[in-house]
């Protein structure tokens, strides 16, 4: 594909480091775009999918890289909607009573939202454990949920308005009046391909039954078909169609919240139980009662925690043969709220088989010790996987009844075929389950068993009526598996439905939608051993809010990844991007890191890039040191040429820069002065 360059719209960049720099996400699948696109306003991205769609040249749409299912990755265009668009606007808020509401444009972060939420005493519905990394773009795309939210705050039912940008280019704000009557003029077969749809679906009761058994779960296979039946007018259908669409229909410049209330009392406790079986026969009470959280750990995540420092002796007390435990949460308001919920519990509980003594805290140090044994499995397990493999952390749902026979039988499974560190946990309280394995893809043999246990998973999900994809999406790990949840019915309607908003089929092509039965073996990342640090990396993306130089160059992820990709080319024989990554990593990686560990603070893992950066330093000042004592010796003289120099690189790092930006090949894109709008586009918002 050829690309012409016009400098009316976003930077662009084809530099190797940069390419694979981005190419890195946390899911388990790795391509490398051919070019990275950053635009700074809502108008370029309009021109780029345009054009996009006019020459039929693929692109995907990259956020935070928190993707755990390969939504995020390309080897086609791959547009950056992170750096420029992080505004944020509190709307209402005034009054006890006043419903709040926030303006957020996609490369805000979930927790940098709710800090801007706090003074109101409120939050976002959707609370993802990525929270510090994921931003709003991935939330939306994914249609994410998280512990507490189950299907009632998720991002479906808490998102009022968005601006969304179609593949023609075409951008409506469905906040306006006259929303629906906009998307009819400048989009008819659109607007009359979503009525005719809705109708085809309503008509059809298996149809219609389909859609509500499966969506009464948290389930983020496919599209949304559910707004078919909660919705009319095409244009509440394309919104809501919009999320949990992955990037593939179209996308979402900024978009209104309702939020939820932040509840000010809270209590928390684990349940200890003999066996799973116990504590799944005990959920539909503890559901039943209003628990805000209950979160399920089988016996392997048990044995995980006992080794993690700071565990609560209700743990580290155990002898660990079959138990499992639920971390139960109490929400309240008032403190009378917060007596009668707990009075509620412990009726319960005295009816329970327990296997350790129960009872619930207020007290900070006590509920974090218990949230740092929930949350702290899947660094323990992922940091402690072998050299060269990769983690994968998946997510399934099923009915609550059916939550007991489908984590024995994965239990089973992962025994079987030497999973010996799998751990399952998860949203007990919504039947969703995660579970955490570790694998190598650098051999046949890796490859051969997951997907023989991908096979495994899919039809055992299926034949406890659960859904494939409960939070993380569909991406291409499940999207040959679409039809299977579905039914060839309810596929042909998503595939018409992705005709009908991108008829060039240029965005995120193999993503949810994929002729390929083996898609999800294709683009399976390979982990190289190249140092402690970087070996342990699972390339979350936690660490790069924290970074002072992240919009400089590099991320703390960034420069462990380039760190890999110089590892892999050296292994192949590629030594032209050996000699490339090198050159740049110097200043782009070692000479920028501010080496403060504010990365290791965030990481799942407590990498301290920092202290890697500081080592790599030592190591390539070595050579050089005669260089500058020497200089030392005559620094008057080398004063005056460094000034000369300096002077020359000015100008030098002025025209050829801008030379460079606006001959490179990629996107039809590249404008100069969007560097300098990203810097004020957060305040965008102000003139609204």
């Given at each position: 594909m050829i690309y012409v360059v016009d400098v009316a719209l976003a930077v662009t960049t084809q530099r190797a480091i940069d390419l694979v720099a981005m190419a890195h996400d946390a899911s388990h699948y790795l391509l490398r775009p051919h070019t990275v696109a950053t635009p700074a306003a809502i108008e370029q991205v309009a021109a780029l999918l345009a054009t996009a769609s006019r020459d039929r040249a693929p692109l995907t749409f990259r956020s935070g890289g928190t993707s755990l299912s390969g939504q995020g990755v390309t080897d086609q265009l791959l547009v950056d909607t992170r750096a420029g668009f992080r505004g944020i606007e509190v709307l209402n808020g005034i009054g006890d009573d006043a419903e709040v509401e926030v303006r957020v444009q996609p490369g805000a972060t979930v927790r940098q939202v709710n800090a801007r939420l706090a003074r109101f005493g409120r939050r976002l519905g959707p609370d993802p454990a990525s929270e510090i990394a994921a931003t709003i773009g991935g939330v939306i795309a994914n249609n994410s949920s998280g512990m507490a939210c189950g299907t009632e705050q998720n991002t479906y039912r808490t998102l009022e308005s968005m601006v969304?940008?179609?593949?023609?280019?075409?951008?409506?704000?469905?906040?306006?009046?006259?929303?629906?009557?906009?998307?009819?003029?400048?989009?008819?077969?659109?607007?009359?391909?979503?009525?005719?749809?809705?109708?085809?679906?309503?008509?059809?009761?298996?149809?219609?039954?389909?859609?509500?058994?499966?969506?009464?779960?948290?389930?983020?296979?496919?599209?949304?078909?559910?707004?078919?039946?909660?919705?009319?007018?095409?244009?509440?259908?394309?919104?809501?169609?919009?999320?949990?669409?992955?990037?593939?229909?179209?996308?979402?410049?900024?978009?209104?919240?309702?939020?939820?209330?932040?509840?000010?009392?809270?209590?928390?406790?684990?349940?200890?139980?003999?066996?799973?079986?116990?504590?799944?026969?005990?959920?539909?009470?503890?559901?039943?009662?209003?628990?805000?959280?209950?979160?399920?750990?089988?016996?392997?995540?048990?044995?995980?925690?006992?080794?993690?420092?700071?565990?609560?002796?209700?743990?580290?007390?155990?002898?660990?043969?079959?138990?499992?435990?639920?971390?139960?949460?109490?929400?309240?308001?008032?403190?009378?709220?917060?007596?009668?919920?707990?009075?509620?519990?412990?009726?319960?509980?005295?009816?329970?088989?327990?296997?350790?003594?129960?009872?619930?805290?207020?007290?900070?140090?006590?509920?974090?010790?218990?949230?740092?044994?929930?949350?702290?499995?899947?660094?323990?397990?992922?940091?402690?996987?072998?050299?060269?493999?990769?983690?994968?952390?998946?997510?399934?749902?099923?009915?609550?009844?059916?939550?007991?026979?489908?984590?024995?039988?994965?239990?089973?499974?992962?025994?079987?075929?030497?999973?010996?560190?799998?751990?399952?946990?998860?949203?007990?309280?919504?039947?969703?389950?995660?579970?955490?394995?570790?694998?190598?893809?650098?051999?046949?043999?890796?490859?051969?068993?997951?997907?023989?246990?991908?096979?495994?998973?899919?039809?055992?999900?299926l034949a406890q009526g659960g859904t494939l994809k409960a939070e993380h999406g569909t991406g291409r790990m499940m999207a040959p598996f679409v039809e299977r949840q579905y039914g060839a019915e309810l596929m042909a309607v998503m595939r018409e439905l992705k005709v009908l908003c991108d008829p060039a089929g240029v965005l995120n092509p193999g993503v949810i939608i994929s002729d390929d039965p083996q898609a999800h073996l294709r683009h399976l990342k390979k982990t190289p051993t190249v140092e402690a640090e970087v070996d342990r990396c699972v390339e979350c993306g936690y660490c790069e809010p924290t970074c002072p130089s992240r919009t400089l160059t590099l991320t703390p992820r960034q420069r462990i990844v380039v760190r890999r990709e110089i590892a892999d080319a050296e292994a192949r024989g590629d030594a032209a991007l050996v000699?490339?990554?090198?050159?740049?990593?110097?200043?782009?990686?070692?000479?920028?890191?501010?080496?403060?560990?504010?990365?290791?603070?965030?990481?799942?893992?407590?990498?301290?890039?920092?202290?890697?950066?500081?080592?790599?330093?030592?190591?390539?000042?070595?050579?050089?040191?005669?260089?500058?004592?020497?200089?030392?010796?005559?620094?008057?003289?080398?004063?005056?040429?460094?000034?000369?120099?300096?002077?020359?690189?000015?100008?030098?790092?002025?025209?050829?820069?801008?030379?460079?930006?606006?001959?490179?090949?990629?996107?039809?894109?590249?404008?100069?002065?969007?560097?300098?709008?990203?810097?004020?586009?957060?305040?965008?918002?102000?003139?609204?």
């Open positions: 969304l940008v179609l593949a023609s280019g075409t951008t409506i704000d469905s906040a306006s009046a006259d929303a629906d009557e906009q998307l009819r003029v400048l989009e008819p077969e659109l607007w009359a391909g979503l009525s005719a749809l809705r109708a085809r679906v309503v008509a059809n009761a298996d149809s219609v039954a389909s859609i509500r058994r499966l969506f009464a779960m948290k389930n983020t296979m496919g599209y949304g078909l559910n707004a078919f039946l909660d919705f009319e007018r095409p244009i509440d259908l394309l919104v809501r169609l919009m999320i949990g669409s992955e990037g593939t229909l179209g996308w979402v410049g900024e978009a209104v919240f309702r939020t939820v209330p932040v509840a000010p009392i809270v209590a928390t406790g684990l349940l200890v139980f003999p066996t799973l079986a116990h504590a799944t026969a005990a959920l539909p009470a503890l559901v039943a009662s209003g628990l805000a959280t209950i979160e399920l750990m089988d016996a392997t995540s048990l044995r995980v925690a006992q080794t993690l420092s700071g565990a609560p002796a209700v743990i580290t007390e155990l002898t660990i043969d079959r138990q499992a435990a639920l971390l139960v949460e109490v929400h309240a308001s008032t403190e009378d709220e917060l007596v009668a919920g707990a009075a509620a519990l412990d009726s319960l509980v005295v009816g329970l088989a327990l296997a350790a003594p129960f009872s619930l805290s207020r007290e900070a140090a006590e509920r974090a010790s218990l949230w740092k044994v929930r949350k702290g499995l899947y660094p323990a397990v992922a940091g402690a996987r072998p050299s060269g493999t990769t983690a994968l952390l998946e997510d399934v749902a099923v009915p609550v009844a059916n939550l007991l026979p489908t984590c024995l039988a994965l239990e089973e499974m992962f025994s079987r075929h030497g999973y010996e560190s799998a751990v399952i946990f998860g949203h007990a309280k919504d039947g969703n389950i995660h579970f955490l394995l570790t694998e190598r893809f650098d051999t046949a043999e890796g490859i051969s068993r997951y997907a023989t246990v991908t096979n495994e998973i899919v039809e055992l999900v000699r490339e990554l090198r050159r740049d990593e110097s200043y782009e990686s070692l000479q920028t890191c501010a080496v403060d560990g504010m990365c290791g603070s965030a990481c799942p893992v407590s990498i301290n890039t920092g202290d890697l950066v500081r080592r790599l330093r030592a190591e390539s000042a070595a050579p050089g040191r005669k260089g500058w004592n020497a200089a030392a010796d005559h620094w008057d003289a080398t004063t005056r040429i460094a000034s000369v120099a300096l002077t020359v690189a000015l100008v030098r790092v002025r025209l050829p820069w801008l030379e460079v930006i606006s001959t490179r090949s990629p996107v039809k894109a590249v404008s100069v002065t969007s560097t300098f709008k990203s810097a004020s586009s957060s305040m965008f918002f102000a003139s609204r």
